[in-house]
Structure formats: structure tokens, C-alpha cells
């Protein structure tokens, strides 16, 4: 079997109020699911590739939820477990009522501590075109960067792909400890996906071309960087930079918008298109994710996003 990404990272059920308000007050909520990684794979996954995934969950309802979604979606899920001493992780959301709010994390103690580079099998990672990495998974304990580490290698020795998006949370680690785990590896690094703050966090603030400039002098071959709603700016190794601009949509929910520009990065790269196709394929994947609420519920098909870019017709049914 052979898989076009292989991620690894945690997941967590995410429960979203059906009223605004402060969170004593609400009374009732909507289940659904999110993480950076998991978003990531699912995005993969609806433009066609085939993904894989290294997870934990806990032996729970949500846990068996978050599973049997995956695997609805297509996702290889064969290196994903549930556990009998560990709970699925939670978050609560509250929306006010100008619409701002907070997240309340239920995290730790996280199912992925249950991980451990023994798990970065060589069989398995060897099957992908390309092993991707968010930060999240890096700041959520610090022993996993050796499994990172791992994978990078065996990544590297059958001469597959590494991509990463820094996905830098400051509630789970600091600047210092973002910068000291990642600066390392990005030498490894093939494929960048980076918002323009994390590269700010990462070098220092400094102007677009500079950050796609000292992304390069890592060796890095494929440089996107994120502006949301400003666009995105990118680097192809032969090809030199270039800025696509935003794509115009009604922005429901930013939440996914990264994960899915991400997926029709990677996409776009696998497929071969040139620097300023891939960027706006990823552009316009991102967009589609923001008018839809939710983490993972606007991430679209591959059929959808062909429309939207004017290279496929649409067919009313």
C-alpha cells in the first residue's frame, strides 16, 4: 500500500454552544471534533490523496467517534489506538455575544504520551510521499521531538518528503522553547507551510520576501506563507516567489482555514502544478474552509475546489 501523507498528532472533541453567552450560562452544546493534525489528514483526504495517521485516543464513545470518522473519511488508520487508561481530549467553546470568545481546554494528560519512536515504524513511514508535521504535536510534550526526529529519518533515508507547518500555540509553549525545538530540523525540512506569524515568531518580524529568503537558506525547497485574509506569498526552488492574492468569500469560521491551505499545498505539489497554481489551489481550499463553521465540516472535495477555480463545470442537480 502506498500513501501520498502520514501524519501524527492528537485530536480532541470539541463542544460548541448552541446559544451565545457566557459559559455558565449555556446550557446546551454540538459535538464535534478538531485538531491541526486531524484537519490536516481529513483536507487530504476529500482532494483525493490517500492519508495516513499515528494517533491515541481513550477507549471511550469519543474516542471510538473520532476513530470511525476517520475511517469514514478514508483515512489509514492502522496506527491509531484506543486506550483503556487514557480520556479523549476535550475543548469547550464559548461565544459571546458580539461574537468573541474562549477555549477551555480539557488536553492533558494526552492520549499521545502513549507515543514513542519505537511507534515511528519504518514499513509504515516509508509507504508515504511525504511526512508532515505540525508544531502542535511538537509543544504538547518535549520528549516528542525525538519522535519527530525519527521519522524525519527514516523519512530522509527513503528519500521522501518532510513538510511542516510551525502551527506555533502560544498557550502550550513559549516563543523560546517554539524556536529552540523547530530551527533544528528545518534543514530536514522539504515542504514549509508557515502563517506569517509564526515566521515573525521564528525570525523576528521582517517583510514577506525576507522570511520565503531565510526559509530558503535552509534548504528548504517549498516555502508557502499564510496571510488569511491577505493572501499568500510563496517560494518554489527554480522558480523563485510570488504573492496570490485572497480569494473573496464570506468568512464565516477561520478555524481550519491553515489546515485546509495546507492540504491543497501538499496536493498541489504532488501533483506537480507550478508555484503560482499551487498557491492559489491552496488559497482557494482555505477560503472554502472559512464559510463554513466548524474545524473540519467546510474542508472541501476536490470536484468543489476544480469549480471554484473555473476548471470544472458546474453541474446543478
Not at 89 to 100: A, F, H, M, Q, T
Not at 142 to 154: A, Y
Not at 297 to 312: D, F, H, K, N, W
Request: proline share 4%.
Amino acid at each position: 500500500m502506498m500513501l501520498d501523507v502520514i501524519s501524527i498528532g492528537d485530536a480532541m472533541i470539541t463542544m460548541n454552544p448552541k446559544s451565545r453567552g457566557p459559559l455558565m450560562f449555556s446550557h446546551e452544546f454540538e459535538r464535534k471534533m478538531g485538531g491541526a493534525e486531524l484537519n490536516l489528514i481529513v483536507g487530504c483526504a476529500r482532494l483525493g490523496l490517500q492519508p495516513g495517521w499515528i494517533s491515541r485516543f481513550g477507549q471511550d464513545g469519543f474516542g471510538r467517534y473520532i476513530l470511525n470518522y476517520m475511517r469514514g473519511e478514508g483515512v489509514d488508520v492502522s496506527r491509531t489506538k484506543l486506550l483503556e487508561n487514557y480520556r479523549t481530549p476535550l475543548n469547550i467553546k464559548e461565544v459571546l455575544e458580539d461574537g468573541s470568545g474562549s477555549t477551555f481546554y480539557y488536553r492533558f494528560p494526552s492520549p499521545t504520551e502513549d507515543i514513542t519512536p519505537a511507534d515511528m515504524e519504518e514499513n509504515y513511514l516509508k509507504q508515504a510521499r511525504v511526512f508532515y508535521i505540525s508544531g502542535v504535536f511538537l509543544s504538547l510534550a518535549g520528549k516528542n521531538l525525538d519522535i519527530i526526529k525519527k521519522g524525519i529519518q527514516i523519512a530522509k533515508k527513503h528519500n521522501r518528503m518532510v513538510a511542516l507547518d510551525p502551527n506555533i500555540r502560544l498557550k502550550l509553549w513559549s516563543r523560546e522553547q517554539a524556536r529552540e525545538t523547530m530551527l533544528p530540523i528545518l534543514p530536514d525540512v522539504d515542504i514549509m507551510m508557515s502563517g506569517k506569524e509564526e515566521a515573525d515568531l521564528l525570525f523576528g518580524e521582517q517583510p514577506d520576501e525576507a522570511h520565503l529568503e531565510t526559509f530558503g537558506q535552509y534548504g528548504i525547497s517549498y516555502v508557502a506563507l499564510k496571510k488569511g485574509g491577505e493572501g499568500a506569498s510563496g517560494w518554489f526552488s527554480g522558480e523563485g516567489s510570488t504573492f496570490v492574492p485572497p480569494e473573496s468569500v464570506k468568512v464565516v469560521d477561520t478555524v481550519g482555514a491553515g489546515d485546509g491551505f495546507n492540504a491543497g499545498f501538499l496536493y498541489s505539489i504532488l501533483r506537480g502544478f507550478d508555484l503560482k497554481r499551487s498557491l492559489r489551489f491552496a488559497n482557494t481550499v482555505g477560503a472554502m474552509v472559512t464559510g463554513v463553521s466548524g474545524d473540519n465540516e467546510g474542508l472541501p472535495y476536490l470536484e468543489s475546489v476544480q469549480t471554484a477555480l473555473g476548471e470544472r463545470q458546474h453541474i446543478e442537480r
